[in-house]
């Protein structure tokens, strides 16, 4: 089982729907979540970190459920502008290397 | 955006001529990456730095080897290079925050490496 998996999708959704997707993980030790956008050719950047209580950042939403092991990332009211591919990246305590997923490809169409 | 720039952005080369990409940080933080991505594959680690000279191999070194002789730059080098390395390369740069625990990544625009 690879230690961090992501479905590749593509999801394809219409503007303004709501889409989630899920990322899990194996290392039951791991502490540290993040949600990276990639568009194409383009490098990761950022998207939001994931905190135990959760988080939004306007549109966006992370979640982790830790007794599943998995994050999850909820966007609400989709743009055109948010197709791209989103990576999933898991960290435990003690080190400077995370783990990425392969990405989930997301398609918002008119 | 973090001060990251990549050089050169894009290079074709030959089979068996070696390759130095850079890595350039104007952040002063303590470690850099070298990732290459590829279709089907996601981002590989090839090599880590944690400090001024101090590396480590990651998942796919073999083929590449890295120098760090000043905290805003990270070479990574191909000695001769294989059309199997022709990839995305990106570096990628995080460093302790307050709490002590390593704070996120962040990547450099990344350069395209075709070698024929």
């Known amino acids: 089982r690879k230690e961090v998996e992501q479905d590749p999708g593509p999801f394809n959704v219409p503007e303004g729907a709501t889409v989630a997707f899920n990322c899990t993980y194996s290392n039951s030790a791991s502490q540290s979540f993040f949600w990276y956008r990639q568009d194409c050719r383009k490098e990761p950047k950022l998207l939001m970190s994931?905190?135990?209580s959760g988080n939004e950042d306007g549109r966006f939403t992370a979640q982790l459920n830790r007794a599943s092991q998995y994050i999850s990332l909820l966007i609400r009211d989709s743009k055109l502008s948010d197709s791209a591919t989103y990576l999933c990246a898991v960290k435990t305590g003690g080190s400077y290397i995370p783990t990425f997923g392969r990405g989930t490809s997301l398609i918002v169409h008119p | 955006d973090a001060g990251i720039t990549q050089s050169p952005r894009h290079k074709v080369t030959e089979t068996g001529t070696p390759v130095t990409l850079r890595c350039h940080q104007t952040?002063?933080?303590?470690?850099m990456y070298w990732y290459r991505q590829d279709p089907g594959h996601g981002l590989r680690l090839i090599h880590y730095s944690y400090g001024v000279k101090d590396t480590d191999k990651g998942e796919v070194s073999d083929g590449y080897s890295v120098s760090r002789s000043k905290t805003e730059d990270f070479l990574l080098t191909l000695e001769s290079a294989t059309s199997s390395q022709t990839s995305v390369y990106f570096c990628?740069?995080?460093?302790?925050?307050?709490?002590?625990?390593?704070?996120?990544?962040?990547f450099g625009p990344g350069t395209r490496l075709t070698v024929l």
């Open positions: 994931v905190y135990s």
């Open positions: 990628a740069i995080s460093e302790k925050g307050a709490s002590g625990t390593i704070d996120t990544q962040y």
């Open positions: 952040e002063n933080h303590r470690y």
